[in-house]
């Protein structure tokens, strides 16, 4: 897929609701993609929700569960153009080839989510899921991590969209479960 460099500029919500599966603390996620893309807005929010709610990302043990919303929620997770989400990560420039957190918003941009990052081959899938994981932990209160080391798992909130600097790749914060 060619990736536009932008849509329309107006974000629409998936609507919809999914109940929490799990125990624990709900948090909402509504889920929004820009108008003008060709992205399915249900797959993707599908695949927002499974992923945050595998027992490998940040409800791990029953601490944490994501329930989908069309209303007010905790995090937006937003897909958005490259020019779209570098205008919606300002201050930050991202030149729309970087995702991030604005407030409560995980913005992901498109070129990533279609084009993932070398480091990661051809494991496309393992990139969307770090990209929804990493972005949501900044919601989340999440900081930055560094490569542990050489040949070590990279954390989930180290920066791979930038290189894995000797780590090998990652999507999940708690990935042995």
């Not at 929490?20 to 060709?38: I, K, M, Q, S």
């Not at 300002?90 to 498109?110: K, N």
């Not at 279609?114 to 932990?137: F, S």
């Amino acid at each position: 897929m060619t990736v536009p460099q932008s849509g329309t500029g107006a974000l629409s919500v998936v609507a919809g609701s999914v109940p929490a599966p799990g125990p624990g603390e709900v948090r909402t996620v509504r889920v929004e993609v820009e108008d003008g893309l060709p992205v399915d807005g249900a797959r993707f929010a599908e695949f927002a929700l499974a992923t945050l709610n595998d027992p490998r990302s940040w409800g791990r043990g029953g601490a944490m569960s994501f329930a989908r919303t069309d209303g007010d929620a905790d995090v937006v997770v937003v897909l958005a153009s490259p020019d779209t989400s570098a205008a919606l990560c300002r201050p930050l420039v991202t030149y729309g080839r970087l995702s991030c957190r604005s407030g409560s918003r995980a913005v992901l941009t498109l070129f990533r989510w279609v084009g993932a990052h070398p480091d990661y081959g051809d494991d496309r899938t393992g990139y969307r899921r770090y990209l929804v994981n990493h972005e949501v932990g900044h919601v989340l209160g999440h900081g930055h991590e560094a490569c542990p080391g050489p040949g070590e798992r990279a954390p989930v909130m180290q920066q791979q969209t930038k290189g894995l600097l000797g780590c090998t790749p990652n999507s999940w914060p708690y990935p042995d479960g």
